[in-house]
Each structure stands twice: as structure tokens, then as C-alpha cells.
């Protein structure tokens, strides 16, 4: 079966509950659209894995050809694509399909949201070692082999997973999830905050005084911050700061093997994509998208609502609201217009008896 | 010792049994060809570290002098080099030296094809914590501290590393090594797979829907597929399917510290160095080489035996056979055409009193 | 308080005896020297966090304006900012801050120079898995479900991290601190070597000899050599050898998530920064810098005191005493031009009726 790994479906919806849910306008197909309000859906899937009786979506022109061989029961999409609905299928038209499939998705199988215990079992695995001084709320599971130190504090319904180190005197808020393998060293974690397995939190970050060709540590003193909703992802490594704190601000979402250098400040609700690096001291402001591979410089200030582009990397402070791509890093309109220009100027240095 | 820590040589060989591994010629320097096939052979190492009675091999012309001043007894190497072989080593001819020492140091270190248990025992080890529910084939190693979760299928011949963490559900195919640290979750595992220390496989996917100005979390319900002979590096990092399965083909070899997001499919036989990030729901071919730290933009299609630069920046799809390099990545020609160009440019525009 | 999860302070201090750490000349604002040598300090943090009786630093001009309204008693500065400091505080004017400050903390919070047991015992936890025919001195710290293979040597004052996996004939030397979920394998570590969570030493690199459209693995024999003093970021891994040895030369500095290939050698005082990647064969020289996110092709040789810039896509080798920057890189100086010289060009072709 296709999804056997998922979380079980919370029961049988019908696409007039979906729909609700969806706020979608239903369009029946063969059917009438209250005839079609009665189909029952037992599963989501993607396209080209989907089966009768399951929903599936269309969130981008580029899998229109899917949607003509699809065997979903019905597909959440706009209007635009209506016209290619198959007849046997049931529409559900929205404006936001991936955000309409979120919601639907969050009610179908609501236990997927939040990442389990790998053991299924609630409550202090019998093989976990936790410290006689650590405080953990009612509520709180700890997976096999996890290792809590002294004065930890854990709120109620977080799970701390296989094998997870948590360092003394860390505090953990409520409805965290923290994953298998994470370290977690002179941190505070908010609530409902999800860390995904071997992300290296606390540990001391990279300052060394140079003192006649040989590299002193410097002591590194400071805290980590992650507050509420926060998600980081798997291998992600987030420095202690040195004299301050490193912080990360409420809903933001860090992807994979990203790198937060000690001190770093990161506002509300950013999005760091994978294997991004931002180097020590920075600061960035709220709503800032950062794409994959980026590399933010030390001792900048990234403003609100900048978005950098992937692979970019950026040496000066960028402006509110600003774009920027490339390496070094321009305004996205004059890096676009560079590198159009760099293709003509190729096309006319080619040598002309060669084909590209 | 030079290599300590290798697992012991089989036994003692003779040139003559290395060169029929090999496939070569053997060339006596000032032995006749009869005689220098009676050599014995008791190690092999680097042309820089090698003693008397070991073997080594010349891979590249850059390594030329390291061959006039070994102490090696024996070298594979290709005919050109025949001339720079000291009068006092046997020579063993081969086309692709690289290719006959992977066979040679198969035989004669046939344990170190695969790494092993690190505490040199079998069975399942007394302080590894196993679910009641875990089904593990007669012959399965598990290391100290490893957590297996219930359901789980393990087959014969596998090793699974110290501290390991396996998922419920997930299914191991035979002879694999899993290395220590590694956590599986949501994952399918085929036959004679490596996975190496601390790599992360089936956590969820960066996905998230934008509804004023939060991020809500897009429940991720796909799983992971590794089929066989797949190898896996360090820290490197695979997320599950969102509503259909990240897929890694028959004997890819992925090294250390790469993504790979949610609904990648990767081909069979495929190279994909160090760092390299694959974003969500691209499509990758057959027989494609990725250079280190690249990236491939999500979305995108990758046609078999496509080669992709180190550090490209793939941000369309790239066809059957091309080459492709920069950020954002062209043709590879294309590419050299406009460095060329911009070398050029630079020095017309030097300042005159400077020098470079 | 702002720094909870430091190591306390050892013991309160004058600014007397501050300076004389710092080799600072002391300037009292509204005090005499004399005078202001008497105040004690009792902390240190920045200089937006500090608090009255705390020290701060003022590292860079950049921060100057944080000077104006910090609460600090007393700031380490150099002579050029000495008109910016506000009445009230107390300036140490030293050359080089950064410098200065790194030994003041090294002596007010002398157990911050290396990280410490998780657990605050000593000695071999219980839950630790030692095997019968590993060798600890004595003075050795074995946080909890660490797993130490056979034949493991580990010098006096070395502390193992909870959960780390040290494998088979693995030698630590004395003073070392090896981080929770760190695994190491074939590999030598010196002495005074601290390695963050989550690093990775000793697996197989990434080595294959393509026959015939499938790749055969080529069986890595080599050890990992870390030399004294040296320090390895979180996440970071580093292969073991094919043939010979991959060795990180003393004193050298790896930040997280650095991948560095087998049979690397780098030498000496080395800085390597997040996310650089160092492919297998190459040898860099003593006191080289590189930036993050740099990579290195193989078999590449780095000179002495080389500069390779962040971002870097380093495919020649560079000379001693060389800066090199850009993808491919190029010396720092033709690449600057060669950026300048575009961002003209970008100008020039700018669209006429569109703002940038």
C-alpha cells in the first residue's frame, strides 16, 4: 500500500466535509455536486499514486499531464485547471492549493503534524537515564536511550527522542518535539517546537584570538534561544553564543544542515532553506526568506521581509523588503540583468564552427 | 605499522595471483617475469607509504615522482609510465589502474568491503534495545545501544551500528551495514545497502503553507526507498515523501552531508558528491554524476547520464547527456566560453600599474 | 541573568587585575586610575547584554553606537574609540581587543576553555558501555551510554561525551573533549583536542572504480591522524584514508558541517570555516585560511598561508601566500576586478526606463 508508514487516516471524510475544511467550491464531474458531497475519502496521495476513493491536488502547471491519467476520486485545484479535470473526477476549487491541502491534510491524518515516539509507548522509557535533579511536567515521554541532564525541565507533552542528549540546566517548553540523536547544550526551547534528528544545538561556536601564529580559543559563555513554533531540521548545528545570545525568533522554519553561527539574531517567521549558512553576529529581521546553499557573512544586518536567493552569498547588510542573488550578492534585478548579459556576450565570443 | 587499523590482509599473495585479480601484465625490472610472479605480497598501500613486500598503484601522472622514491615491491600502473618504474619494482600493467586495485584490494581485504560491527562480536548485543515486535532474520548484528522499533524486518547478514535508532516499520533488506548514529524512520531498505555514521533518513520534509504571514506545518505522509547496493554518507540527510516517496535507485553512491528533499527521485547508479543539496520533488536519471556542493532547484527533471558540475546552481531541468556547470548553471561549454571571456575582460580592464 | 548556562566566574576581580591579564592601560572616566583599579567585576558580556559590575569589549566600529548606551562598568577598547566611552565606564585600551578579551575569559572563566562532562560527575558512568580490553588511565570521564570499542586507548583528563561511539584500537590522547554523539573510527587523536556533537571521524570515503556502467566500491584501509590541540565543529566529518592517512595538522580549527575527503593532509594553525569542503588527495600547508562554504577539488596542493575566500570554488592549485576568491577562483585581486567590471557592464546595459 502506498502510505503505509503514514499516521492512519483520523476516519472516513466525505469530499462535502473536505470541502469545508478546504472552503472549496465542489464541481461533481459526472455527478451533481450534492451527489458528489457524499463521496467518501479514505487516503491522500499524490498524483500518480493515487487511487480511487483518495484525494490528491494539483499545485503547479507542471503536473497538469498527471491530472489526465490520475485515478484520485477527487483533486483540490483552482479554477484554471478546471477544464483538464477528468470526467470521473470530482474538483474542489480553491485559490491556494497547497494551502487548502494543508488544512485538509492537518484534519485527515492530525497526528502527523507533531513527529511521535518512535516506540509508540508514552511516558520515561525504562532505558532512558535522567538525572535525580532534572524536573520533567506530567505528560512528558521520553524515548529509549535518551540521556537528560541535571536540572533539565521539560513541559507536558513534548517527547524527547531516541538517544537525544539533553545538557544540564536546559529548559524545554510544552508540545515540543525533540527528535532522535539531537544534543541540546545551554539552550532554551518555547513551546510546540519540532527539532528533527541530529541537530547539534549550544555547542561552543568558532572564536579564536590569533596570538603569534597560533589560534587561542576564545571562551564561548552564551545561550541559545528558539522560541515558540520554531522547526529546525535534521544535522542543522546552531552555536551557543560567545558573550550574548544566539536567538531564533518565533515560527521560524530552518531547514536541513544549516549552519547559525554564534550571536546570530533571527526574527519572526523566516524560512532558511537547506544547507544555508549565516556566519557569527548576524542579525535577521522578520519575514526574511533565505534560500538553499546561501551564505550570509558575519556582522550583518538582513532586514524584514528581504528574500536572498539560493546560493547567494552575501557580504554586505541587505535592506528591508530587499532581493538579492548571486556571490557576491547584487540586487536581484541587476544580477538577473548580468548574467543575461554574460549569455550574449558568450553567444558572441562562440567560435564559430563549434555547435554548444 | 602504516595501516593498523585495516582489516588484515586475507593471506599472503603472490604477484602472479595479484596479477590475475588484476588482469595485468607483470613487467620484472630486474627479475624475469617467472620469477617476480612468486613475489609475495604482504600489504598494499599509497606509493609514499608503502615498504618492501607491499603493493601500490600509479592512479595519475601528477603522482609520477612519488613513484621514482617508493619503496613499494610491486605497482599497478598503466604502460605509458612503464618507463618511470625504478629498475628494483615489478611492474603490473594494467588499463585502468584504479579499477584493478578496487579488485585487488577486494580479495586481499575482503572484510573491509564492508565496515563491520565495531565491538567484533555477533548476535544482537546485551545492552542494543530491540521492540518485542521487531523481526530480525537469524544472523543479524546489532551493535551496543542500538534502539530497534516495532515492526521492524531485518535480514540476514546486516549489521546495524552502535546507537543506531530504527523506526517503526522499517524495513531492512540483507547484508547491509547501518552505521552508528544513524536514524531510519518511514524507511524501505533494500539488500547490501551502507549507510554510513550519523546520516538521517525519513524525517519530514520542509514543507510548509503560507497563510498570513505563519508558516503551517504541511503534514509529510510519504516514505523513504533505498534499494539495493545504495551507499549513504556521514551526517547526510534524506527526508521522507510528503504524499509520495523519496526514492534513491540501485547503486547510487551518495558521500557526506547532502540533502536530499522530500519526493526526490533519484535514478540507478548515480554519483552525487559531498555537500550537494537535491530540493523537494525533482526527478533525477540514470548514470548522473553530481559534483560537490551543487544544487539542484526543486521541481526539476534530470535526464540520465547528465553531468553536473561542482558548485552548479541548477535552477531548470537539465537534458539527457548534457553537461552543465556555474550559478545559475548553462552548458559546460558555454560555461568555460564565458570564464574565458571574463578572464579576458578582466585583464583589458588591469589597472596599468598594478601588478596582479 | 543573562548567562545562566556559563561556567561561574571563578572568583570576583579587580579591574586591576583585569589589566594586567589584558595588558591594558587603565582610563577611569570619572575616576582616577588608581581608583578604578579597585572596582570589581563580577561578569562578562556584551555590549548591548552587560549590566552594571559587568566587563565588555568593543571589537569593531560597527558597534560603536552599542558603546554609547551600554551599562557596562568598564569596556576593553583600543585607543581610536576612547572618545566614544561614555563617563561612567572605565576603558582598558589594549591593541588588540578580541585578543585581549580571549585571555581575560580564559582566566575569569577558566573552565569554559574546554567543554565539560554533561552529567558533572567523573569517572565512567554506569550506563556507559566500556569494553573488557579498552585501556582508560585513570582521570578519564566516560559521560553516560558512551560506547568505547576494544582495544581503545584514552589518556588521562579526556572526556567522552555522552553517547559517543569510539571504535575498535581508536587512541585519544590526554586533555581531549570528544562531544556527545561523536563517532570515531580508524583514527589517532593527540592530545588537548576538543570535537564538537555529532562529528564524524574514520568512515570509508567516498572511493569507486566504475566498471561497466555499475560502481565497485574501493575498500578504504587508511586511519584518520588528528594532531594536538586541534578542534572539529559539530556535524563535520572527516574520511579516513583509502591508502595512506588523512591527517589534520596541530592546532588547526575546523568550524561545523566541514566535509573533509580521505587522504586530505592539512597542515598546521589552519582556519577552516562552516560548510567548506576539502575533496580527497589534496594537501593544504600550514596557517592557510578558508572561508565558509569554500570547496577545494582533489588532489589539489593549498600553499602556506594561503587565503581562500568564502564561497571559493578552488579547481587549481594556489601558492603560498596566495588569495584566491570566486568560482572557479581566481587570485582576490582579478576577481574583485573582474566583479567591478561587471557590475559596470550591468549598468551600462541597464534598461532605460526601469528604476534598480
Redesign the interface.
Known amino acids: 500500500m502506498?502510505?503505509?508508514?503514514?499516521?492512519k487516516i483520523t476516519r472516513v471524510f466525505t469530499i462535502g466535509e473536505i470541502a469545508e475544511i478546504a472552503e472549496a467550491e465542489v464541481v461533481g464531474g459526472d455527478l451533481t455536486s450534492a451527489v458528489a458531497k457524499q463521496s467518501e475519502i479514505i487516503g491522500?496521495?499524490?498524483l500518480?499514486?493515487a487511487r480511487p476513493r483518495e484525494l490528491?491536488f494539483l499545485g503547479?502547471r507542471?503536473y497538469q499531464e498527471r491530472l489526465l491519467t490520475s485515478r484520485a476520486t477527487a483533486c483540490i485545484l483552482t479554477r484554471q485547471y478546471l477544464d483538464l479535470l477528468p470526467k470521473h473526477m470530482i474538483g474542489l476549487i480553491v485559490k491556494?492549493p497547497?494551502?487548502a491541502?494543508?488544512?485538509v491534510?492537518?484534519q485527515l491524518?492530525s497526528d502527523?503534524?507533531t513527529?511521535n515516539a518512535?516506540?509508540?509507548h508514552s511516558g520515561v522509557s525504562p532505558?532512558a537515564?535522567v538525572?535525580s535533579l532534572a524536573r520533567l511536567e506530567p505528560g512528558v515521554t521520553i524515548?529509549?536511550?535518551a540521556?537528560i541532564?541535571?536540572r533539565v525541565q521539560i513541559g507536558t507533552g513534548s517527547v524527547i527522542?531516541?538517544?537525544a542528549?539533553i545538557?544540564?540546566?536546559v529548559c524545554i517548553g510544552r508540545h515540543c518535539n525533540i527528535?532522535?540523536?539531537v544534543?541540546l547544550?545551554?539552550a532554551l526551547i518555547g513551546d510546540r517546537v519540532?527539532i528533527?534528528?541530529?541537530a547539534?544545538l549550544?555547542?561552543?561556536g568558532?572564536?579564536?584570538?590569533?596570538?603569534e601564529?597560533?589560534?587561542?580559543?576564545?571562551?564561548?559563555?552564551?545561550?541559545v534561544i528558539i522560541q515558540d513554533e520554531v522547526?529546525i531540521?535534521?544535522?542543522t548545528?546552531i552555536?551557543?553564543?560567545?558573550?550574548?545570545?544566539t536567538i531564533i525568533g518565533e515560527?521560524t522554519?530552518i531547514?536541513?544542515?544549516v549552519?547559525i553561527?554564534h550571536?546570530v539574531i533571527i526574527g519572526r517567521?523566516c524560512?532558511i532553506?537547506?544547507?544555508t549558512?549565516v556566519?557569527g553576529s548576524s542579525e535577521i529581521g522578520d519575514?526574511v526568506l533565505i534560500g538553499?546553499?546561501a551564505?550570509i557573512?558575519g556582522?550583518l544586518t538582513i532586514g524584514d521581509r528581504a528574500q536572498i536567493a539560493?546560493?547567494s552569498?552575501v557580504m554586505r547588510s541587505v535592506a528591508a523588503g530587499a532581493r538579492v542573488g548571486g556571490?557576491?550578492a547584487?540586487?536581484l534585478?541587476?544580477f538577473m540583468?548580468?548574467?543575461?548579459?554574460?549569455?550574449k556576450?558568450?553567444r558572441a565570443?562562440?567560435p564559430k564552427l563549434?555547435s554548444?
Not at 502506498?2 to 499516521?7: H, K, T, V, Y
Not at 568558532?206 to 596570538?211: D, N, R, V
Not at 552555536?239 to 545570545?245: I, Q, V
Open positions: 502506498s502510505l503505509e508508514f503514514s499516521r491522500v496521495s499524490s500518480e499514486m490528491t503547479a507542471r491556494d497547497y494551502l491541502m494543508t488544512h491534510l492537518a491524518y502527523a503534524i513527529p518512535l516506540f509508540e532505558s537515564i538525572h524515548d529509549p536511550g540521556v541532564g541535571p527522542g531516541a538517544h542528549v545538557g544540564a540546566d527528535g532522535a540523536h544534543t547544550m545551554s519540532i528533527h534528528p541530529g547539534r549550544g555547542q561552543d568558532y572564536g579564536y584570538a590569533l596570538s601564529n597560533a589560534y587561542e580559543k576564545t571562551p564561548q559563555l552564551g545561550r522547526e531540521g535534521s544535522n548545528t552555536d551557543r553564543g560567545a558573550l550574548r545570545d515560527g522554519k531547514d536541513n544542515l549552519q553561527g550571536n517567521s524560512a532553506v537547506a544547507q549558512g556566519a519575514f538553499g546553499q551564505a557573512g556582522h539560493a546560493k552569498g556571490a557576491p547584487r540586487s534585478r541587476k540583468r548580468m548574467e543575461a548579459m554574460l549569455d556576450l558568450a565570443s562562440k563549434n554548444n
